[in-house]
T-cell receptor, first 113, second 114 residues
Framework: GENVEQHPSTLSVQEGDSAVIKCTYS??????FPWYKQELGKRPQLIID?????GEKKDQRIAVTLNKTAKHFSLHITETQPEDSAVYFC????????????FGQGTELSVKP | KAGVTQTPRYLIKTRGQQVTLSCSPI?????VSWYQQTPGQGLQFLFE???????NKGNFPGRFSGRQFSNSRSEMNVSTLELGDSALYLC?????????????FGPGTRLTVL
């Protein structure tokens, strides 16, 4: 069945450093890849997404890259700040109707001041 | 616009009981999906409803069921509760029919089964 693997499960960086989280998906028909941030005790919120017709997308300090051939996609956060500390989830879906959103296991990012 | 709301926020039940959780989507959103979140398994898809029809279901036993009403509000039911059903249950709503629409999550219902 469809599966998304996410690494690392925990990541600790110093403020100002970059953080990279990687995901691999199994369903080659997947064409939409969102990333969600969940702060402690709060609901997940979409921070960035990418569609399969695009290789990279940036939004200020965050960027996502997609390698369809290798079925990999990654989240890059530059100039990390303490408020970036949260659990980040990647997800993949075929999009359209009848599909489902498959989430990775999550990465707990800790940014130390 | 008000966000996605879920009631109740916390529930404590005992094994064998059943429970009903409610989700009110953002006004105008017709798609509602449900997820189970646990520390060991992450976010797992339960089912998705659009216009009162279940369009997809995850790999959960038949004890987990749901429905959607004409006003897009959704409920999920878990019968014959087991200890392993303890989790945070999240619902999410989206505007369009496809999965490539942003999912807006509710605050969740924390279910504890004793």
């Amino acid at each position: 069945g469809e599966n998304v693997e996410q690494h690392p499960s925990t990541l600790s960086v110093q403020e100002g450093d970059s953080a990279v989280i990687k995901c691999t998906y199994s369903d080659s028909a997947s064409n939409y890849f969102p990333w969600y941030k969940q702060e402690l005790g709060k609901r997940p919120q979409l921070i960035i997404d990418i569609r399969s017709n695009v290789g990279e997308k940036k939004d200020q300090r965050i960027a996502v890259t997609l390698n369809k051939t290798a079925k990999h996609f990654s989240l890059h956060i530059t100039e990390t700040q303490p408020e970036d500390s949260a659990v980040y989830f990647c997800a993949a879906t075929r999009g359209g109707q009848g599909g489902k959103l498959i989430f990775g296991q999550g990465t707990e990012l800790s940014v130390k001041p | 616009k008000a966000g996605v709301t879920q009631t109740p926020r916390y529930l404590i039940k005992t094994r064998g009981q059943q429970v009903t959780l409610s989700c009110s989507p953002i006004s105008g959103h017709r798609s509602v999906s449900w997820y189970q979140q646990t520390p060991g398994q992450g976010l797992q898809f339960l089912f998705e409803y659009f216009s009162e029809t279940q369009r997809n279901k995850g790999n959960f036993p038949g004890r987990f069921s749901g429905r959607q009403f004409s006003n897009s509000r959704s409920e999920m039911n878990v019968s014959t509760l087991e200890l392993g059903d303890s989790a945070l249950y999240l619902c999410a709503s989206s505007l369009g029919q496809g999965w490539d629409n942003e999912q807006f999550f509710g605050p969740g219902t924390r279910l504890t089964v004793l």
